[in-house]
C-alpha cells in the first residue's frame, strides 16, 4: 500500500471510533436515570420523555454509518496480518456492526418508546407491558443472532492483537472490549445506582470504539514506518 492509503485507513478507523462515541451517548441517554433496572418492562419509562429515545436512536444510526468505513480499515489491518480463517470470521462480525442502528433502536429504543405509547392513548399498564414482552418474544432470536455476530469483532481484535500479528504491543488486547469492561466497571462502583451510574452500560458501546481505536493505531504505525523509509 502507498502512504496515501495509510492515511485513507487511518481516517477511516478514526471515524469508527467517533461512531462508538456516538453510541455511548445514545445508551446514556437510555440508561441514565437513577433507578433503571434495564429490565424488559422497565415502569420509570412512563416518566421518560419520547424524544429522548428518539435521540438515541438516531445516534445509533450515526454511529453505525461512522462504522462501516471503519470495517473497511479493520478488514485491510485484518487482511494484511491475519490467515484466511480469520478474515472470513471477520466477515460474519461486519453483519453485527452492519445491524448496530437496528440493534439500538429495538433493543433500547422500541420498547419504551411502545409502552409510552400505549399509556398515552389510554391503555393500562398490564396493556404497556404486554406489548412490551410481545416485541422481546418476536425479536429476540433476531437481535441474538446479529449480537453473536458482532461480538466476534472482539474475538478477533483480541487474536490480532494477542498473537503480536498486527506489530503492536499485546497490552494493545485491552484497548477493546476489555478496557471497556474495566473503564466500566470502575464507573459502577464510583456512581453505584444513581442516574451517572447508569452510563455503564453504555461502555460495551465505548468498547466497539476502542477496538476502531486499535486499526487506527496499526495504520498509524503504517505511515509512520512509511515515511521513514521514504
Known sequence: MTQQEYKKNRIYALSGSIGGIFFMAGDCLLYCKAGLSNSTVEP???EMSEQRFIISAVLGFIGMSLMLPACISFYRMIAATCPKAIQI???FAFIGVASTGYLHFTLGTLSPVSYKAVLDSGGSTELAEKVCLHWADVLEPVNIVLICCLCIIYIVHFYVT?????GLKRITCLVGILGAFAVGMIWKLVFGDSAAGGAWGAFESFGEALTYFTAYLYWR?????????K
Open 44 to 46: 420509570l419509562w412512563a
Open 89 to 91: 470470521l471477520t466477515n
Open 162 to 166: 494477542v498473537s503480536g500479528c498486527s
Open 221 to 229: 504505525k503504517k505511515c509512520i514506518g512509511s515515511e521513514i523509509t
